[in-house]
């Protein structure tokens, strides 16, 4: 039997965990896209060798600590303004590198008119957009992106698109802005999807180095605990429900 | 040598900003304080000194716009009128809860509601009291003059990095819209980016590897960090409280009867001090300048010398209270004011004097 401190050697390392990840134990549930999703970041931001110099904008919702996963400088925001913020910060210190991390509550519904204007007015950010249908933090509301006949806690019998209108498709409607350069839709339930996600996000961390505009990625999510079901189901749920109303791809790549 | 030049007050904020350096401003237009934006458009800063304006799609984006360059040790400020500014407590109570400096100055104009575009004081409370949900405090100047306009905005900038908290510069519709002589500052340069790291720390500037995460963040879900953290925010206004206090005495040392009024009020109440002293009244007026921190100890040293105070503001009697709170009772405190937009003379104040003090 080999001992095992024969194979731990920084030759035979074939993954390692980013050091822009912190090492603190996140409070996310389990099954949840928001710590994978983190890690993604961290991972483009040191591969990037930017971490000196960008700044995250968190947001009001399950991902309000995520200052804690980041080893990076931040701000926590008000409740949807977080593209407010991150149009301050790059504005006033344009070498540095800006993205907001928001989801469904925080940037479709509270937040729309902070999103929109920073979209239209092209500010050159990456805004990262969690799209998990349902509020996570207070307890599984309807979110603006629940599902038509998707249950939540304020609409325990499904949402009913005659009394609470359609869910939103914001990121189809920000691509129709000439500000955005880059707005894709991903996942991170497969393998394949977390690749896809990651390169979405360096491409929208390279669009900010190039000064081309707003980047935003939209992540397709589960949310276990809000969806009341296990991990694995909520994936194949996600496949099933979700995808078909948010399709995942590009919806505008310049 | 002295620059001078005639300006509007709202003008001479905008001057002032770019004079002294400051980085950023974020705003909406809204009556009467647009001439702020529209200078600093005219003058275009940012082929100058660098400066960055920008016009937000709102006033709630506007003072998150202030929340995310204070964050970054900037210097940044935003300026509204009434309505603006109660849509920008949001932000406030963020940037006080996050500890963040900054600007805001209000053009007070009649409420409640869309109310008037006429000048008023009625944001008293709102503006001394906090305004946002949570127990916390802008410092707030009043300016009385359009030379006042202009120097106050570096003195904001002091005190709100002094004590990392939001200044309020608290000003009216006639302070706004009036020309004035204002004697101009000569232009200093902005702030580094080494002079921000070095004095301003906590600033999210980009993690260097010789130190931890800046986190900009005003949520302490345990309660007894949040009750700590608000002690820590008493203990700072204690501190403004002892030492920030300004005010100006005018004809107080034979005073039988004083005025306490601020901002264009202070203006009109300066005649009626002249006019009742024709008559043989002994007035003399106690103008705040800091109106938050207020002036208590002076008016408590007043109340042992005179035989009754009159709050005179453009509310239906805001600051009275305060007043009333610092005398506690040893005089008599009545309030006069025209309100809604409406201005009162001179005259009305002397009238008001003797008939709700002198008894006339």
Not at chain 2, 99 to 122: M, Y
Not at chain 2, 280 to 291: A, E, N
Request: aromatic letters at 8%.
């Amino acid at each position: 039997m080999s001992d095992i401190n024969t194979i731990i050697k920084p030759e035979n390392i074939i993954y390692k965990k980013t050091d822009v990840l912190t090492d603190n134990v996140m409070h996310y549930c389990p099954g949840c896209s928001h710590g994978t999703v983190h890690k993604l970041i961290a991972e483009v931001i040191e591969e990037m060798g930017i971490q000196e110099t960008t700044i995250g904008i968190a947001p009001v919702g399950c991902s309000v600590l995520a200052y804690n996963y980041l080893e990076i400088d931040w701000q926590e925001a008000a409740h949807g303004r977080a593209p407010a913020l991150a149009t301050a910060v790059k504005r006033l210190m344009p070498e540095k590198y800006v993205f907001s991390y928001q989801g469904d509550g925080d940037l479709a519904a509270i937040g729309t008119a902070e999103t929109i204007h920073a979209c239209n007015r092209g500010e050159n950010i990456v805004m990262v957009f969690i799209n998990n249908g349902i509020y996570g933090m207070t307890g599984g509301q309807m979110a603006p992106t629940t599902l038509p006949g998707m249950p939540a806690s304020t609409c325990p019998a499904g949402r009913d698109v005659s009394h609470d209108g359609a869910p939103i498709k914001i990121s189809e409607l920000l691509a129709q802005l000439p500000g955005t350069c880059y707005v894709t839709r991903q996942s991170v339930h497969t393998a394949a999807n977390v690749r896809k996600t990651k390169k979405a996000l360096r491409k929208a961390f390279e669009n900010q180095a190039a000064n081309k505009g707003t980047s935003l990625v939209e992540v397709v999510s589960t949310c276990s605990s809000g969806w009341k079901m296990t991990p694995t189901k909520a994936n194949e749920w996600m496949e099933e429900n979700m995808f078909p109303y948010y399709p995942l791809g590009d919806m505008k790549n310049e | 040598m002295r620059e001078l030049k005639l300006m509007k007050g709202n003008e001479a904020i905008a001057e002032a900003a770019i004079r002294a350096g400051v980085d950023g401003y974020f705003g909406y237009p809204i009556t009467p304080q647009s001439e702020v934006m529209e200078t600093l458009m005219a003058e275009k800063p940012w082929e100058t000194t660098g400066m960055v304006v920008l016009q937000a799609e709102s006033e709630i984006a506007s003072i998150n716009m202030v929340y995310g360059g204070a964050g970054c040790g900037k210097r940044v400020m935003t300026s509204s009128s009434s309505p603006g500014v109660s849509l920008m407590q949001e932000g406030l109570t963020y940037l006080a809860g996050a500890e963040l400096p900054c600007v805001v100055v209000n053009v007070v104009r009649g409420g409640p509601g869309l109310g008037t575009i006429q000048p008023a004081q009625s944001d008293y409370f709102q503006s001394v009291k906090g305004g946002g949900h949570g127990d916390y405090k802008l410092i707030t100047l009043a300016p009385a003059s359009v030379q006042e306009m202009a120097d106050f905005v570096e003195t904001a900038f002091d005190l709100a990095f002094k004590y990392r908290n939001p200044v309020m510069i608290l000003s009216d519709g006639v302070i706004g819209q009036m020309m004035e002589k204002v004697e101009l500052k000569e232009f200093k340069p902005r702030w580094t980016s080494e002079y921000i790291e070095e004095n301003h720390p906590w600033a999210t500037t980009g993690k260097k590897k010789d130190r931890g995460r800046n986190i900009i963040t005003s949520v302490q879900l345990e309660s007894s960090v949040q009750e700590a953290f608000n002690h820590k925010l008493q203990n700072k206004y204690q501190q403004v409280e002892a030492s920030e206090v300004l005010f100006e005495e005018v004809l107080c040392e034979d005073a039988e009867y004083l005025i306490i009024a601020y901002g264009s009020s202070a203006r009109i109440c300066q005649k009626s001090v002249e006019l009742a002293r024709e008559k043989g009244i002994k007035v003399g007026m106690l103008r705040p300048i800091t109106l938050y921190p207020f002036p208590v100890e002076q008016l408590q040293k007043y109340a042992k010398q005179v035989k009754g105070m009159l709050s005179v503001e453009m509310s239906a009697g805001q600051m009275v209270e305060d007043v009333k709170l610092a005398v506690n009772g040893a005089v008599p405190v009545e309030h006069f004011g025209r309100f809604g937009g409406a201005v009162h003379s001179p005259g009305e104040v002397v009238e008001a004097l003797e008939q709700k003090l002198i008894g006339g």
